[in-house]
């Protein structure tokens, strides 16, 4: 399943993820994000509390690690191509921010939206940042049943924070350690094999 397949999407879905990907980027004060995994989960939290209701408008859907949107994959890695939001390498981390040329348009969006829905999803931002993913997972799994039914990593396991060694290289890569699956995709990125081993290994201890 090549799950960052270029895939059609209308013009609703692509203002609401660009939108609020560029306001999650800014809030706690422009901290970049660890690891598209915390991304996409992080994203999924905003769509689930505040626009279930657009249940189409992200078509987030249950996977290896939880919720997956194929949609958010392909803006993000369009935006990073658009120079719109940043990627680089951290020691064992890969961090993703927003480009400096992007901030004063996102702060017109957030003036727009209600400051208690921003200051909520402040405090997630913050509170996943401090957070592993095994810990990120298990809130998640936790309150929304339906998105682990395929879920690779045991409840047991989020709770203690870590993924088990079960869980193969190529399953972490599929599912968005990296989300690579192109080698032009390895290209742009610079992305190598052996860091994304490294990443794997570092999320399995």
């Known amino acids: 399943m090549n799950l960052i397949a270029k895939k059609e999407m209308n013009e609703d879905q692509r203002e609401f ?10 809030l706690d004060n422009f901290k970049p ?15 689930r509390n505040y626009f279930y209701h657009l249940d189409n408008i992200a078509e987030f859907f249950p996977y290896h690690f939880g919720p997956y949107s194929t949609l958010l994959a392909v803006r993000v890695n369009d935006l990073f191509h658009q120079k719109s939001i940043d990627f680089k390498e951290s020691g064992q ?24 829905m921003i200051s909520e999803i402040t405090k997630w931002k913050i509170k996943y940042a401090k957070s592993s993913i095994g810990k990120l997972l298990g809130d998640i799994y936790r309150k929304y049943p339906e998105f682990s039914q395929y879920s690779l990593v045991p ?17 972490l890569i599929d599912d968005g350690v990296g989300f690579v699956k192109s080698s032009k995709f390895d290209e742009d990125f610079k992305v190598s094999r052996k860091y994304l081993k490294r990443v794997i290994e570092t999320l399995q201890k």
């Open 17 to 26: 993820i660009d939108k609020w990907l560029m306001i999650l980027f800014a």
């Open 155 to 171: 409840e047991e396991s989020t709770i203690k924070g870590k993924f088990p060694k079960e869980v193969s290289q190529a399953e």
């Open 93 to 116: 981390e890969i961090l993703y921010g927003l480009s400096k040329n992007e901030k004063e348009r996102v702060l017109a969006f957030i003036k727009k939206e209600d400051p208690r």
């Open 33 to 47: 994000i660890k690891g598209r995994t915390r991304l996409v989960k992080e994203f999924f939290l905003i769509w």
